[in-house]
């Protein structure tokens, strides 16, 4: 099957998984076919999926990811001991691990080819991936109560699958309505202490931040860099030899700007 056959494939296979969807026209252009898939892909609800779909799911992926070319550490040149600062898109890194900004449902992103960082890793990693989440989340809900959503600063783990990590941790940051505040600044240093102490409890050596909190959830980005660096520098004095490398991955050119001003 080719790349081709395997977008045309998918496409019927989750125009007739969906309830709303299955009627959806689409014209032949091989771009306008890529958006009707993922955004079938990002509204699609957590639940399990036939084997077969799923096979040809991640192989055109897995296509996909090759054309755009995997990263991997040896590429990412350090700033300082064991920090790197790299920009561009955090789904292409071959790392241990890479943090994803999530909400607290933690479900993934919904809005179909929105731009943020929940809907690229969900996108790229597959369905599975938010199936995996919903699941935790169903026996943390379990255990605390049906209305149990994900605390902030609490960094959740999961298998990455089409993604060339190995596992990816989201944690949901602060969200900034109106002035910051020391409890906003806190609250995003705990994001960054408790993903790598998760890092090191699962025995993770390399880990990709984003830059957590920024964007739709209106942390400053200046001051955001500023909490991020220095949280990491203290951890990795505090726990010497635990973590090889860990990756500032930024997108904007002020964010790259700022990280470096701070590392």
Avoid at 11 to 35: C, M, N, T
Wanted: glycine share 4%; hydrophobic share 40%.
């Amino acid at each position: 099957m080719t790349q081709i056959e395997r977008l045309d494939y998918l496409l019927d296979a989750f125009k007739e998984d969906s309830v709303q969807y299955k009627e959806l026209q689409v014209g032949s252009d091989i771009e306008d076919k890529r958006i009707a898939l993922r955004s079938l892909m990002n509204i699609r609800m957590p639940a399990p999926m036939d084997d077969e779909i799923l096979k040809v799911q991640d192989e055109y992926l897995s296509r996909c990811l090759a054309e755009k070319g995997i990263v991997t550490l040896d590429l990412i040149p350090e700033v300082a001991d064991k920090i790197s600062i790299w920009q561009g898109d955090i789904t292409l890194l071959d790392v241990d691990a890479i943090v994803n900004a999530a909400n607290s449902q933690m479900l993934g992103c919904f809005v179909p080819m929105h731009t943020c960082i929940d809907n690229c890793i969900h996108t790229f990693a597959g369905i599975q991936l938010r199936l995996e989440c919903h699941n935790k989340m169903e026996e943390l809900r379990s255990k605390y109560g049906a209305t149990y959503v994900q605390p902030t600063s609490i960094p959740m783990i999961t298998d990455a699958y089409n993604l060339p990590s190995k596992k990816v941790i989201h944690v949901v940051g602060p969200i900034v309505y109106g002035d910051l505040m020391p409890e906003h600044e806190k609250a995003l240093e705990s994001c960054y202490t408790n993903v790598l102490d998760l890092c090191l409890a699962n025995n993770l050596r390399s880990v990709a931040f984003c830059c957590i909190s920024t964007g739709v959830f209106h942390f400053p980005n200046q001051r955001a860099a500023e909490i991020a660096t220095g949280t990491v520098r203290s951890w990795l004095s505090r726990h010497p030899g635990a973590i090889d490398r860990v990756i500032f991955n930024v997108f904007k050119d002020k964010d790259k700007e700022y990280y470096e001003r701070f590392i």
